[in-house]
């Protein structure tokens, strides 16, 4: 088993191209839920959608998320009505999220709320959330304290960050299988996410870090910067307001006690010597769905994993 610990989009990418390298039995996703919340009386998974619309296909390479070929009948007649449409939800997307609020209040958890969709989508890999549990991320701003989608899609990301919190996260257990899977992986594999806003919040429900420090499997974290700009999303900003070098080193040591491996890209390496941890060069800037095999291949090799062809009905060609 192969557990890889993942965010939104950038994580998304690596797990695709994980997914074309191996057995779907043999890849675990564990997900990001702190960006999770209710809107319009909905439940909303953002990074898991993610995660499914990417692997299955569905993803939309224009914005980089929600589902391709979307409409937005349903958002066009609530911006009407005077209804809130700060957070946009295409009319394919939209159905996701009321299949999932249905089947929550009916009992089920998100775990098998996710494992019903994947499969319902065509999914190989297994997704997790961290936890049942819910953990929401809220940032302390100039502009005050706020909600994470609040500050992410509502401002922009506007304000500046001064603190990260995750309510909930105390109190919340890690989801059935994931604190078994880490034990017994044959790699653990930290996605190019958001270290701060995607990791953060799986490594704080309680149990995790530990369980990823103490397995004997090699730990291998993949920087989500380039020459100390991120590819997409807000981690460069981030990083600079809360005090940090805009450096993949600064995302390194953010991981010190975790690190066997870390892969970072060729513009970076050069500068990580003495972080703690082996480090592998390997282009992170994943375009293509070439792209994507490589950075796993290189992945997956540095940890010491035999890797096949790439499977070409694994996921999606893209």
């Not at 993803?59 to 009407?80: F, K, V, Y």
């Not at 295409?90 to 089947?103: E, I, M, Q, S």
């Not at 996260?169 to 790699?187: D, G, L, M």
Request: net charge negative.
């Amino acid at each position: 088993m192969i557990v890889a610990l993942s965010g939104g989009i950038g994580g998304a990418k690596l797990a695709l191209g994980l997914s074309h390298l191996l057995d779907p039995a043999r890849l675990l996703i564990v997900a990001n839920t702190g960006d999770d919340f209710e809107h319009l009386g909905l439940s909303i998974s953002p990074d898991i959608d993610t995660l499914l619309y990417t692997l299955a296909g569905l993803d939309n390479p224009d914005l980089g998320w929600g589902r391709r070929d979307e409409s937005w009948a349903c958002m066009e007649t609530l911006e009407a009505l005077g209804g809130e449409t700060w957070f946009r939800l295409g009319d394919r997307d939209l159905a996701l999220h009321l299949a999932r609020t249905a089947r929550l209040r009916a009992g089920e958890s998100l775990s098998a709320v996710t494992d019903a969709m994947r499969r319902r989508l065509g999914v190989g890999p297994r997704i997790l959330p961290a936890s049942d549990d819910p953990v929401r991320t809220r940032l302390a701003t100039d502009q005050g304290e706020l909600a994470f989608q609040d500050y992410f899609v509502r401002r922009g990301c506007a304000p500046k960050v001064r603190a990260i919190a995750f309510d909930g996260a105390a109190a919340s257990r890690p989801a059935a299988e994931v604190v078994a899977a880490i034990a017994a992986a044959e790699a653990v594999v930290i996605c190019p996410s958001n270290p701060f806003i995607s990791i953060d919040p799986i490594l704080a429900v309680p149990g995790l870090r530990a369980a990823i420090a103490a397995t004997p499997a090699p730990v291998v974290a993949v920087s989500p910067l380039i020459g100390g700009r991120a590819v997409k999303g807000p981690t460069a900003k981030m990083m600079a307001e809360l005090g940090l070098p805009v450096t993949a080193r600064a995302v390194a040591e953010h991981y010190a006690d975790l690190l066997d491996v870390f892969v970072a890209d060729p513009a970076d390496a050069a500068a990580l010597a003495e972080v703690g941890a082996r480090i592998v060069a390997a282009p992170t800037l994943m375009r293509s769905l070439p792209d994507k095999l490589a950075l796993a291949r290189a992945v997956l090799t540095a940890a010491g994993v035999a890797v096949a062809a790439a499977n070409p009905v694994a996921g999606t060609a893209r």
